[in-house]
């Protein structure tokens, strides 16, 4: 089974400065890797995936993730935090149920807060 | 660029009622889904439907749950006789795909208070 570890439910940055959120997951097939963003009273909304071919993906809004097999890890960065950053972050697995379908499986989700 | 929309935003019942939830997926997707997120908690999955029938659904639905696609563009949630556990924040989802790099494009949620 497919699981996904967010460490740190709760990350404190300045403005300007590098943003580092961490995704470990844990699958027994090639992962199918996804970060997804909740801003306030809103829904999810696709930040980046990782599907195969180059590690490093670039999403929306500067961010983007590496694929680090050998540390099963799937790290969101983004080189400078804006005030407009601050939400929740998800990430997420596809993990695959018995009869082949697939659905996926979130992180606990770390909140990124931005001080001026 | 095409969304997935869900009403109402925000659903107060008494405990024991049924209620029901709408979603509009996007217009040429296939596949629909619905995840809960229970304040504090995971989102996690419910079910998966493709196709006028139920695909995959998790442990969390139950017989208390169903699915329908009533008419070509809407896709609901119905709970039958609501619990206080049963209070938290439902998204739809659909992808045009069953595939692994086909995104799961979610609606803004509805927040579903049981009292």
């Known amino acids: 089974a497919q699981s996904v570890t967010q460490l740190g439910s709760h990350v404190s940055v300045s403005e300007g400065a590098l943003v580092l959120l961490r995704c470990n997951y844990s699958s027994s097939v090639p992962p199918y890797l996804f970060w997804y963003v909740q801003y306030p009273n809103q829904g999810l909304q696709l930040l980046l995936k990782y599907t195969t071919g180059a590690t490093l993906v670039k999403g929306i809004n500067g961010f983007e993730a590496e694929f680090k097999k050998s540390e099963t890890s799937f790290h969101l960065t983004k080189p400078s935090a804006h005030m407009s950053d601050a939400a929740e972050y998800f990430c997420a697995v596809m993990s695959y149920m018995d009869t082949g379908r697939r659905a996926l499986t979130f992180g606990s989700g770390t909140r990124l807060q931005v001080q001026p | 660029e095409p969304e997935v929309t869900q009403t109402p935003s925000h659903q107060v019942t008494q405990m024991g009622q049924e209620v029901i939830l709408r979603c509009v997926p996007i217009?040429?997707?296939?596949?629909f889904y619905w995840y809960r997120q229970i304040l504090g908690q995971k989102v996690e999955f419910l079910v998966s439907?493709?196709?006028?029938?139920?695909?995959?659904k998790s442990e969390i639905f139950d017989d208390q749950f169903s699915v329908e696609r009533p008419d070509g563009s809407n896709f609901t949630l119905k709970i039958r006789s609501t619990k206080l556990e049963d209070s938290a924040m439902y998204f739809c989802?659909?992808?045009?795909?069953?595939?692994?790099?086909?995104?799961?494009?979610f609606g803004d949620g509805t927040r579903l208070s049981i009292l």
């Open positions: 217009s040429n997707h296939l596949y």
């Open positions: 989802a659909s992808s045009e795909l069953d595939s692994h790099d086909q995104p799961q494009h």
């Open positions: 439907f493709y196709n006028n029938e139920i695909s995959e």
